[in-house]
């Protein structure tokens, strides 16, 4: 009884060292390459950033009247005309290495303060939607939620909270139209929020 235990433990051991080694290569390999990008992306000269999309707020369809002398409100309309003042682009997804060879190392300091601001903008988007739906401005904290995912947040608390109006204004088509742009999200959350939308719909 004992060998054949003995022999299958043996086994197990030259399959266990086997992966591992399989495994250490593995590894090895994308850390390399990783450095090799990583060189590349150091080396690639500074680009123009015209073409970007950049995101401007649109002011006049956002309800800056609501609730403009409550301090938390205010607070956050100062934070978004702050933001307004700076260019406001959505990298979500996208590595600083790969920035650097998309647009030129030098001008990675200039694409992570974009970026910055763009996740000060959806989060402040999404404080704000919140504060509107929590005093009743359902239709107002509506208008702010479908401006933060125009810009493909995958902030998913705006999803659902956008979804939970849609079901309460009995719109269930526009719930079915938030999960293609959920789809298409460049983030890890992407699946998630489908999820979320479609357990909404049910």
Same mark, same amino acid.
């Given at each position: ?8 433990? $043996? ?42 999309? #950049? ?47 998309? #647009?030129?190392?030098?001008? $990675? ?23 509107? #739906? ?20 995958? $902030?998913?608390?705006? #999803? ?32 998630? $929020? ?9």
């Amino acid at each position: 009884m004992k060998f054949p235990f003995f022999a299958s433990f $043996i086994v197990f051991c030259i399959w266990l060292g086997y992966e591992l080694h399989k495994q250490r290569n593995k590894e090895e390999k994308l850390n390399q390459e990783f450095w090799e990008k990583e060189a590349r992306a150091n080396s690639t000269r500074r680009k123009s950033l015209e073409s970007l999309d #950049y995101i401007k707020i649109p002011f006049e369809t956002l309800p800056m009247d609501i609730m403009k002398d409550d301090p938390m409100i205010a607070d956050y309309h100062d934070t978004l005309k702050s933001l307004s003042e700076k260019p406001i682009v959505n990298f979500t997804g996208i590595s600083n290495t790969d920035l650097k060879l998309m #647009y030129g190392a030098p001008n $990675i300091d200039l694409l992570s303060q974009y970026d910055q601001s763009y996740t000060l903008l959806v989060r402040t988007l999404q404080s704000w939607a919140e504060a509107l #739906y929590d005093k009743g401005y359902v239709n107002e904290a509506c208008s702010v939620l479908e401006f933060a995912i125009s810009t493909h947040t995958d $902030i998913s608390s705006s #999803y659902k909270l956008l979804a939970s109006i849609y079901k309460e204004k009995g719109q269930p088509e526009k719930i079915r139209e938030l999960i293609p742009i959920a789809e298409s999200l460049n983030s890890s959350l992407s699946g998630h $929020i489908v999820s979320t939308l479609s357990h909404i719909l049910e």
